[in-house]
C-alpha cells in the first residue's frame, strides 16, 4: 500500500486571541501536495492573522501549525521561513529603487532586502534561469523604480523561487493593477501554476474574479472561523459568499473563472 505524502500544511484548531479579542478561532486546515489554495473573505475576516501565524510572525493562543513538516513552537521558523515564499505588500513597499531586477530576485536565496556584495556566478545564473521561468528575462537589468506593478510582483515571485520554496503565499498580489496588467498576470500565475514542479500555491483575495483555474480548492473565512474548506466547487457557492460578505451574492462561472452580481442573479451558470 502506498503511503501518503505528508501535506505541505497542516493546521489544528487554531485559535488566536489578543485579551478578549478573538482574531482567529477553530481553524483546521489541510493542504495536500499538488494542490494550491485561495483563501478568501471580508476585510476583517482573518486572512492577513492566518498568513501572519503561518510564517511564525503570529503566534497561536492554541491549536498546532505544521508547515511542510516543521511544527511551530518545536521547530526553527526563521529556518523554515527560507522554504516559504511570500510575495505581500510589505516586501514591496521595502525594495531598493535602484536594484536590477536580476539582483532582487537573486537576494531572495539569502532573504536580503537591497542586495549587497559581489554575486556569486553560480547565483548569477540561477537567477537568470528564473527570470526566464517568470517571462521577465527582459527586465534583468532594469531598476526597480522604473517597473509596472505587474512587472514587480513577477520579480518578487521570481525572488521567492530563488529559494526553492515548497510553498508560495501570495497576498493580494493584484492589489494596483490596472483590468489588463491584472489579467496578464493571472495568466502567468496560472501557467506558473501548471508548470510541474511548481510550489503549492496559496492566493489571497477578496475578489473570486481572480480565481483562475489552476487552483484546485478554497478556504473561505468569516469572523476568524472557518466558514467553508475544500474544492473550490464545492465551497465557492452563491450562498456560502453570501454568508461570507453579508450581502446577497450571486455567484456565475463561465469557462474555469468566477464573477458576482450583488443583490441581483446573473443570466450566466449560478453556482
Known amino acids: 500500500m502506498k503511503t501518503p505524502s505528508q501535506p505541505v500544511l497542516e493546521i489544528r484548531d487554531l485559535a488566536i486571541r489578543r485579551d478578549a479579542v478573538r482574531i482567529l478561532d477553530g481553524i483546521t486546515w489541510t493542504l495536500q501536495r499538488g494542490q494550491h489554495w485561495v483563501i478568501l473573505g471580508a476585510n476583517g ?18 491549536g498546532d501549525i505544521t508547515v511542510l513538516g516543521q511544527t511551530f513552537g518545536e521547530s526553527d521558523w526563521r529556518e523554515l521561513r527560507t522554504h516559504v515564499g511570500l510575495v505581500s505588500s510589505s516586501v514591496r513597499q521595502m525594495m531598493a529603487d535602484q536594484e536590477p531586477a536580476l539582483t532582487s530576485v537573486i537576494s531572495g536565496k539569502y532573504a536580503m532586502i537591497d542586495y549587497w556584495g559581489k554575486v556569486k556566478a553560480e547565483d548569477k545564473a540561477a537567477g537568470l534561469r528564473i527570470l526566464k ?9 532594469r531598476p526597480w523604480l522604473v517597473l509596472s506593478q505587474g512587472e514587480r510582483q513577477r520579480v518578487l515571485i521570481g525572488r521567492a ?16 493593477l490596472d483590468p489588463v496588467a491584472r489579467e496578464n498576470f493571472l495568466a502567468f ?7 510541474k514542479g511548481a510550489p503549492a500555491l496559496i492566493l489571497v483575495t477578496h475578489h473570486v474574479e481572480e480565481i483562475v483555474p489552476v487552483f484546485s480548492h478554497a478556504l473561505l473565512l468569516r469572523d476568524g472561523q472557518c466558514l467553508a474548506s475544500g474544492e473550490k466547487e464545492t465551497v465557492l457557492t452563491s450562498e456560502n459568499l453570501s454568508k461570507a460578505f453579508g450581502a446577497p451574492i450571486a455567484l456565475s462561472s463561465d469557462d474555469g473563472r468566477y ?13
Do not use: F, N, W
Open 45 to 62: 475576516s482573518g486572512k492577513t492573522s492566518l498568513l501572519s501565524s503561518l510564517t511564525g510572525y503570529l503566534s497561536p493562543t492554541s
Open 133 to 141: 521561468q517568470i517571462e521577465a528575462s527582459h527586465l534583468a537589468e
Open 259 to 271: 464573477a458576482i452580481q450583488i443583490g441581483a442573479r446573473s443570466s450566466r451558470h449560478i453556482v
Open 161 to 176: 523561487l530563488m529559494a526553492t520554496p515548497k510553498l508560495l503565499i501570495l497576498d493580494e498580489p493584484c492589489a494596483g
Open 189 to 195: 500565475l496560472q501557467r506558473l501554476g501548471s508548470h
